[in-house]
């Protein structure tokens, strides 16, 4: 929520870098926690917000949106705006 509605506070590099490795964590591992992931990531991507670490995770929703074998993943996968 953070993230997605009040513009006026600046994530730190430090903080968008957590964020990012709990939601690639969350994305691979555990599928209850994969649709917060990807509302994340999808609000980190509308705020043009950048880090290394992004690349990396874009890569894995990349992968997901075409080797997942649950349909759903695949679908939020492609939902996320790259």
Same mark, same amino acid.
């Given at each position: 929520?953070?993230?997605? =509605?009040? =513009?006026?506070?600046?994530?730190? /590099?430090?903080?968008? +870098?957590?964020?990012?490795?709990?939601?690639? +964590? %969350?994305?691979?591992? %555990?599928?209850? +926690?994969?649709?917060?992931?990807?509302?994340?990531? /999808?609000?980190?991507? /509308? #705020?043009?917000? @950048?880090?290394? =670490?992004?690349?990396?995770?874009?890569?894995?929703?990349? =992968?997901? @949106?075409?080797?997942?074998?649950?349909?759903?993943?695949?679908?939020?996968? #492609?939902?996320? /705006?790259?």
């Amino acid at each position: 929520m953070l993230v997605r =509605e009040v =513009e006026y506070h600046n994530i730190s /590099k430090e903080q968008l +870098r957590l964020l990012l490795l709990y939601a690639e +964590r %969350d994305i691979q591992a %555990d599928s209850s +926690r994969q649709a917060t992931a990807f509302t994340l990531l /999808k609000a980190i991507l /509308k #705020r043009r917000m @950048s880090s290394p =670490e992004l690349q990396q995770v874009i890569q894995t929703i990349v =992968e997901l @949106s075409i080797t997942s074998p649950m349909n759903y993943v695949r679908q939020q996968a #492609r939902q996320v /705006k790259i």
